[in-house]
């Protein structure tokens, strides 16, 4: 949800008050305001997860240590969430930046790189079966990050012209199954 923060965040930094910049390739408008607002949204939702899903780790690490017949399952379940962890990383954010900072005539080049990485963020988190176990889990069932994720995904996809997106995979909306 944008606050008057965010947008005035944009407006300063961008130097962006009207609401549609340029055209995306896939025949939606690439607004470019709403760009700036869902890449800061993101950043911090990612950064959120990243966080939280470290805070997983340690929970298990901690739940499970002693049991010396469990080390090495423990070691791989952690393994797994390190490994979720480093595949979020802020390419996706550095691509938006690419795109905010381009000159309208230069943007349709870096919009479409961000499109397909978005697309790929995407799909990972509609396909990843440890994230969709993530929101809502037994060992701590507070966290609710993947449907975070999504809906800032979501925002970006609308700033960048594309169509709302469909969850293709319903079963993998996890316990607490924000989608």
Do not use: C, H
């Amino acid at each position: 949800m944008a606050t008057p923060e965010m947008d005035a965040w944009v407006e300063r930094v961008l130097n962006v008050k009207s609401a549609a910049s340029g055209t995306a390739g896939t025949g939606g408008t690439l607004s470019v305001m709403k760009l700036g607002k869902a890449r800061v949204e993101w950043i911090g939702v990612r950064r959120n997860a990243v966080g939280e899903i470290g805070r997983l780790r340690e929970a298990i690490r901690d739940e499970f240590q002693d049991d010396e017949e469990q080390a090495a399952q423990l070691e791989a379940a952690l393994a797994k969430l390190g490994q979720r962890i480093d595949k979020l990383d802020p390419t996706l954010e550095q691509q938006l930046d690419v795109v905010l900072n381009a000159a309208e005539a230069a943007r349709p080049a870096p919009a479409e790189v961000a499109r397909r990485t978005l697309q790929d963020v995407i799909d990972y988190l509609q396909t990843d079966e440890v994230l969709a176990e993530v929101d809502g889990n037994e060992v701590l069932p507070d966290i609710a990050v993947v449907g975070n994720m999504r809906a800032a995904l979501g925002n970006i996809a609308a700033a960048l012209g594309l169509p709302a997106q469909q969850e293709d995979r319903p079963e993998l909306s996890g316990a607490g199954g924000q989608a």
